[in-house]
């Protein structure tokens, strides 16, 4: 079973649209969680932290659910800049590696 | 300020050829790591160094790979010699280091091994 599990997609939206997703992790002492994004043919860039009350980031907002293991990401009203693939990452407290999913292609329509 | 910075960005070379890929982390960051990102396998952790220091190099996929950090502004990748299935996105990432800290990554290496 892999450490980080996310649905490929892609999902495909229209602007403006909410679009929403998750991630689950096998490792139940993880202790940090963020989405990275990654454009086409560039580097991952993080997007946000995840915490444990949920937190908002404009139009993102990230969930985590600790009993069950998952992360979600949820955006509202979306662009077309938005496009792009998000990753979910996962990191132990006493560990330096971050165990990266293999990312839920997001495509935002005009 | 300056990202992290990698170079070449894009390498294409014959297999058997000597292949060196190159970091210069963030200024101040003690921490870095090379990945490699294909398809089939998405973003893979090769080897993790601290202060200078190579801390865990588990992800090597063989003694081809090696890589060294010699001082904090400096890192390669070397791979000697290259092979088709080597064909990949290599990046370098660093971060300050400690418990909860964002690793930054730098453009990548697009290698191509024919």
């Known amino acids: 079973r892999k450490e980080v599990e996310q649905d490929p997609g892609p999902f495909n939206v229209p602007e403006g649209a909410t679009v929403a997703f998750n991630c689950t992790y096998s490792?139940?002492?993880?202790?940090?969680f963020f989405w990275y994004r990654q454009d086409c043919r560039k580097e991952p860039k993080l997007l946000m932290s995840?915490?444990?009350s949920g937190n908002e980031d404009g139009r993102f907002t990230a969930q985590l659910n600790r009993a069950s293991q998952y992360i979600s990401l949820l955006i509202r009203d979306s662009k077309l800049s938005d496009s792009a693939t998000y990753l979910c990452v996962v990191k132990s407290s006493n560990d330096y590696k971050l165990s990266f999913g293999a990312g839920t292609t997001v495509t935002v329509r005009a | 300020d300056a990202g992290v910075i990698q170079s070449p960005r894009h390498e294409v070379t014959e297999m058997g050829q000597e292949v060196t890929l190159r970091c210069k982390p963030i200024?101040?960051?003690?921490?870095l790591f090379w990945y490699r990102q294909t398809m089939m396998r998405g973003l893979e952790l090769l080897i993790y160094f601290n202060n200078n220091v190579p801390i865990d190099d588990s992800g090597m996929p063989e003694d081809r790979f090696s890589a060294k950090m010699p001082n904090a502004s400096f890192s390669t990748l070397k791979i000697q010699p290259s092979e088709p299935r080597d064909s990949a996105v290599y990046f370098c990432a660093s971060s300050l280091g400690g418990a909860v800290d964002t690793q930054y990554f730098g453009p990548g290496t697009r290698l191509t091994v024919l």
């Open positions: 995840v915490y444990s």
């Open positions: 200024s101040g960051h003690n921490s």
């Open positions: 490792n139940s002492a993880s202790q940090s």
